[in-house]
């Protein structure tokens, strides 16, 4: 069985921009993990796939500390070509270290 993560690691992309994704992966290399990931550096799981979704909203949901996914027009692909970037950044990073897998937030 494979060691593999769930996404959402801890480093911020606005502030390391593709260091952040290039710093998840070797640290998930140093740990031993198997199946890496680009360590979804971007935003929070939610957030970050409806930024590129138009048709949605994202709300803070008063009196809970948490936002949800709101459908507010006809949904549709925006240009998913960060996924992609973050992907390859990854790739290359492990370079045959360990396999790749993207996220995608169900």
Partial sequence: MRTTVI????????????EAVVRS???????????VSDG???ADMVS?????LDGTEIRAET????KRLHIVGRVSL????????????????AAGRARVKAIVTG
Avoid: M, W
């Fill in 78 to 93: 925006r240009d998913p070509s960060i996924f992609v970037e973050d992907f390859i950044t990854a790739s290359k990073t």
């Fill in 40 to 42: 979804q550096t971007r």
């Fill in 63 to 66: 009196g809970l500390n948490e």
């Fill in 7 to 18: 996404g959402s690691y801890p480093l911020r992309y606005e502030e390391l921009g593709p």
């Fill in 25 to 35: 992966v070797e640290e998930q290399l140093a740990a031993g993990v198997e199946l």
């Fill in 48 to 52: 970050v796939y409806a930024g590129v």
